[in-house]
């Protein structure tokens, strides 16, 4: 019984720093686009608005932008700064997992993932003032050119 309990606050209190982080992040709120500071290879896939989102002991990014056609891309993935991969739904064009891993304060690793194998990596960055973030993303197969990018976002 006293084992159950003190499992219980354990649980209860690791899910609490999550939260806590969650909030506490510079990453969390929503990210538009600032494409005058921004650097695409042609066809790259452009996300016009991200949103981090605390759900749960987990953080969501919605992510909204268009292809090179034009035409609107949408996806969402849930999960923890961990470096676990999580499934991305909606549109996948640009993989169907990724992982994210906390370098420090301001920084995050990123991995995107098709079919489990890599299709780029990259570093999100948040300025200290925490106005701004900067998105890094190489691909990892030339045939995907498109994934190279520099993307600035402006906190809204």
Do not use: C
């Amino acid at each position: 019984m006293k084992a159950r309990t003190i499992l219980a606050s354990l649980v209860a209190f690791v899910a609490g720093l999550a939260i806590a982080y969650a909030a506490d992040s510079p990453h969390m709120g929503t990210w538009k686009l600032n494409e005058a500071k921004s650097k695409y290879n042609a066809g790259a896939v452009k996300n016009h608005t991200v949103v981090y989102a605390a759900q749960g002991d987990m953080i969501k990014v919605t992510v909204d932008g268009k292809d090179k056609d034009g035409k609107a891309v949408h996806n969402e993935w849930v999960g923890k700064f961990d470096g676990k991969d999580y499934p991305v739904v909606g549109d996948n064009t640009q993989g169907d997992a990724r992982s994210y891993t906390v370098v420090d304060d301001h920084t995050l690793k990123m991995t995107v993932k098709s079919k489990g194998a890599v299709l780029g990596t990259g570093t999100v960055k948040v300025s200290a003032d925490g106005k701004s973030r900067t998105v890094e993303t190489t691909s990892a197969d030339p045939k995907s050119a498109g994934l190279n990018a520099t993307a600035v976002y402006d906190k809204q």
